[in-house]
């Protein structure tokens, strides 16, 4: 089992429209592509981070999903749509997977 974490920091004043698109973004994949994608906020730490949480049976499976995103116009026009109101900090979104091991 892979769990995928996409990290981002919300820029000043963004942060409540950046959690909506979030959820927006989220809601789009899962509901084209039956993933499991779920948004989480810090609780402690920074409190403008907004988090993308899903897991897959394997590695493959989420490249597979990453390189379908890229070729998805719906998808590109929502990352265009953050990108155009400046939600994110481009230098803070970061990729992270973990495997599980027990």
């Known amino acids: 089992m892979i769990t995928f974490v996409r990290s981002a920091d919300?820029?000043?004043?963004?942060?409540?429209?950046?959690?909506?698109?979030?959820?927006k973004v989220a809601a789009y994949v899962n509901g084209n592509y039956g993933t499991n994608i779920s948004?989480?906020?810090?609780?402690?730490?920074k409190?403008?981070?907004?988090?993308?949480?899903?897991t897959f049976e394997s590695?493959?499976?989420?490249v597979e999903l990453g390189d379908k995103l890229l070729q998805d116009e719906?998808?590109?026009?929502?990352?265009?749509?953050a990108n155009?109101?400046?939600?994110f900090s481009a230098n803070?979104?970061?990729?992270?997977?973990y495997r599980s091991i027990g």
Do not use: F, K
Not at 59 to 62: H, I, L, R, T, V
Not at 92 to 97: F, G, K, P, Q, R
């Open 84 to 87: 155009d109101q400046g939600l």
């Open 10 to 23: 919300s820029n000043d004043g963004t942060a409540l429209v950046a959690i909506a698109w979030a959820l």
């Open 59 to 62: 590695m493959n499976e989420s």
């Open 92 to 97: 803070s979104i970061v990729d992270n997977y």
């Open 47 to 54: 409190v403008n981070q907004v988090h993308w949480v899903a």
């Open 39 to 45: 948004v989480q906020q810090n609780v402690g730490g």
């Open 74 to 81: 719906g998808y590109l026009e929502l990352l265009a749509e």
